[in-house]
């Protein structure tokens, strides 16, 4: 009896603490939305380490551990600083540019002959630098001011173009959509199936569309948890009897060692005396803030993008288009960039994947702290968690980025001068790979088409402030 008491005053707090009745949803359904955006995230786990070490064993062992952790404590932020449903984790694009563009740079930067654990830690301090632009402009209301700046329409059209961008990376990751040497991109072949080195693929493309055809009947016949259900199936399907995965031979992770090459080259291992030693200080000075502005931009403009195109989704925005809160997200955001550098990950910021938790009817921080909840557990339940296929988690991208497209019918067709910068944004997501890319050509777009048209005074000066940069990352590449 005194246990169903306790129960009750649990669910209570619960409920009371994130204003569930307010916003129209249950314990239950934050929990099951939580849970389906871990799953359709869950990957970055596995791809950060691969992504980062550059082939070094103690690296991965320590990103792996950098990437449950900084996941936890920034989604966690999200659940109890913000008070909504988004989670963080090491971002994909981010990541690729850190290891692949910024740890290289290192050598000539600091003028010695660093291995890959040096560039790595050297790297790291750029990163926890850059957290801490995120902070101050996050503090004194800059990224807000930068927010609202956004024209109404390319606000609206982010989300539509983060749809889109959702969808290509789930019809990429299912292989339903290949490389084309023609055209680019192009349809898998159905009809190889019969080739043996086309089985696999081939045979992962049909399983996506099954996935998504069983993920839209469960959404329509309002069956909670469908897109987790049909993640779970998919996943099933996924060995047997499509058989286009594998079970590992061993479960058994060796714990200690992790954790021994987490606190020997990761953890707290931000090299700032190696990054500034070059003999050439200004030159030195230079390239850092040219590198720091790059993660600057790129992650800004991503969160912000990814905040407002979901907020969207999940009915979050007031009828300006801004987000209530928004100053505590990316404050959750920023503090998670410094945060990750300090435990040995790239940038971290909020994922498009949150989409899929707020599809399943998360609206509260409640799904977040679900979420982060699931990021700790990943430490001790890696093997499992990397039992999930990405062809089982595709047909939950198709899907969510189908839902967010429906967002563009509000947008202002009427006006050609709104009408071609939403457009521009919109398409230039997918296209592009970028949401930055997308956001930046909306902006650059409203403001010129303005200016020709003699409408500058419709235009804040903020807005041109932001264009100009996105001028200055296209020109000089950053």
Known sequence: MSGKKSNVKERGGLENYFQLKEHGTTVKTEIVAGLTTFFTMAY?????????????????????????????????????????????????????????????????????????????????????????????????????????AIPQNVKIAISGGIGLFLAYLGLQSAHIVVPDPAVQVGLINFSAIGDPEMRIPVMSAILAL???????????????????????????????????????????????????????????????????????????????????????????????????????????????????????????????????????????????????????????GLTSATTAGCFLLALVAAPFVGLIPGVATAPALIFVGALMISGLKNMNFDDISEAIPGFLTVAMMPLTYSIANGIGFGLISHCVIKLFSGKVKETSWITWLLSFFFILKFVLAI
Not at 236 to 259: D, H, K, M, R
Not at 345 to 353: A, D, G, H, R
């Open 210 to 364: 099954l996935g998504l055809f069983i993920i839209t009947a469960l959404y329509k016949l309002r069956v909670k948890g469908s897109i987790l259900i049909g993640i779970i199936i998919t996943g099933i399907l996924a060995y047997f009897p499509f058989g286009v995965a594998t079970l590992p031979e061993s479960f058994s992770i060796n714990f200690a060692a992790q954790a021994k090459d987490f606190m020997d080259v990761s953890f707290l291992r931000l090299d700032f005396a190696t990054l500034f030693a070059g003999k050439n200080l200004a030159s030195t000075i230079a390239t850092v803030l040219v590198l720091i502005l790059s993660f600057s931009m790129v992650d800004m403009f991503d969160t912000i993008g990814t905040l407002l195109g979901t907020a969207g989704q999940a009915g979050l925005l007031d009828k300006e288009g801004n987000m209530p809160r928004m100053k505590q997200a990316l404050l959750s955001d920023a503090i998670a960039t410094s945060a990750g550098a300090l435990l040995g990950t790239s940038t971290v910021t909020t994922f498009v994947e949150s989409t899929a938790g707020i599809a399943e009817g998360g609206r509260t």
């Open 44 to 148: 970055i786990i596995f791809v950060n380490p691969n992504m980062l070490s550059m082939g070094n064993s103690q690296i991965f062992n320590g990103v792996f551990f950098a990437t449950c952790i900084s996941a936890f404590i920034g989604t966690a932020l999200m659940a109890f600083l913000a008070k909504i449903p988004f989670a963080q984790a090491s971002g994909m694009g981010l990541n690729a540019f850190f290891a692949f563009t910024v740890m290289p740079a290192m050598v000539k930067v600091t003028g010695q002959e660093l291995d890959v654990i040096g560039q790595y830690q050297c790297a790291l301090a750029l990163v926890f630098m850059s957290g801490l632009l995120f902070i101050l402009i996050t503090i004194i209301g800059a990224r807000e001011a930068i927010v609202k």
